[in-house]
């Protein structure tokens, strides 16, 4: 579990976040919500420990996580980011710099280290990729790769922002189905940051809706208000319609 408690960062002289109290529970597939610049990515750069709060705390089970040693930290929790750096490597040679953390320094990859890759290549489908270099692959090609990094990085809690920038639509919910497995077959907690609000909705056991630097509800999965309140912070109208005796919701602008 990741706990912010009263945190607050600021980019300039203004704070941005303030006092800012947020759980990321075990388990469970999270959705970070909000319009462009609300803040979702400073909020996965900070549980990344890749922003460094002002004040408050930021607790992994309980430990601050400026107190975890980078190599053990780095063996709890892995990040992909928006706009990555492309490494000039193949995509072998990226899958297994995941390894990172698990491996001492100067050894050879062992054979775990390999197994690992071979699975993470797999399940994110990049084997026809193995041997073409990083700069050689599309958009959508290269996030594939980023996830196959993340899961030969093997950590229990992954933070994805914007996974799907770049894939388009099957890919994209191809995308939403392996990171589902890896939370229900693996468990793995997965905290994503999402733009297309279907994704989100289908896909979180928890939405939390951010909006100028603050949070606006979390556990909202359960809120009947809960697409009024997306509509009111997104400035977008709501349409329903019926389908197969479930409502379905989906915005359209004011
Ligand atoms: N390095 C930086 N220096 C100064 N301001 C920054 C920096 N990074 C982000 N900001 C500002 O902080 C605010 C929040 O940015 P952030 O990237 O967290 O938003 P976001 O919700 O992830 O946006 P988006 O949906 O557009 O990706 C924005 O106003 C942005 O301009």
Known sequence: MIQFEHVTYSYN???FI???????????????IGPNGCGKSTVIKLASRLLKPHSGRIL????EISSIRRKSFAREISVLLQNGHIPDMTVEQAVLSGRY??????????????????????????KVLREKRMCQLSGGECQRVFLAMILAQDTHIIFLDE???????NVSYEMMELIRDMNQKVGKTVIMVLHDMNLAL????????MNKGRIKGSNLVTDQRLHERIGETFGVKIQSFSEEDESRFYFVKR
Not at 24 to 32: N, P, R
Not at 101 to 123: N, R, V, Y
């Open 101 to 126: 953390p698990h491996q001492s320094f100067l050894k050879p990859a062992t054979k775990e280290d390999h197994l690992m890759i071979d699975q993470a290549i797999d399940m994110a489908d990049c």
């Open 13 to 15: 002289k203004t704070p």
């Open 202 to 209: 289908n896909y979180a056991d928890n939405i939390i809706l």
């Open 163 to 169: 996974p799907t920038t770049y894939l388009d639509i």
């Open 60 to 63: 992994l089970h309980g430990v």
């Open 18 to 32: 303030e006092d800012m109290n947020l759980c990321f529970e075990d388990g469970k597939i999270t959705a970070v």
